[in-house]
């Protein structure tokens, strides 16, 4: 599978609600990690996405919100990855960081040289890495 996004999650889907809409599918992705994605019903139908199936959650870097751990605050996107700060690569207004999660996944995500300050995000750091259960896409293998 060739697409640009740097967020690239295998793994099995558990079908947690199904609508006339929208269906929820929870997606483990290893480590006690699971992503959440909210789609289309007429998507799962078309995919045959159903319990147990491989699936591919795709999420794009621009999507992701860096939160430090240590942050009082309760959100409603659900998916919420704790890991590690393993890279922190300025650019001339935009950052790259990378979080290492617990069960070997990485997570990428563009945000601004402001906010790795204001975090004061380096190497090492504790770090959670939340993204809305609409920004994600998922696939299966053809």
């Known amino acids: 599978m060739n697409v640009s996004t740097r967020n690239q999650f295998k793994g099995r889907a558990t079908v947690l609600h199904i609508g006339q809409i929208n269906a929820d599918v929870s997606v483990d992705i290893g480590g006690d990690d699971q992503i959440t994605a909210l789609i289309t019903s007429k998507s799962l139908e078309n995919l045959g996405i159903q319990d147990g199936v491989d699936v591919y959650a795709l999420v794009k870097a621009s999507s992701v919100i860096v939160m430090a751990p240590d942050v009082p605050l ?9 890991g590690t ?3 922190c690569q300025k650019g001339a207004v935009n950052s790259e960081v990378v979080i290492q999660l617990a069960g070997g996944e990485r997570v990428t995500a563009l945000i601004t040289n402001e906010s790795i300050d204001g975090l004061g995000l380096k190497e090492g ?18």
């Open 74 to 82: 309760r959100l409603s996107a659900r998916n919420q990855l704790h």
């Open 85 to 87: 700060v393993v890279k």
């Open 125 to 142: 750091s504790e770090a959670i890495a939340v993204f809305k259960s609409t920004s994600v896409i998922l696939g299966v293998a053809v």
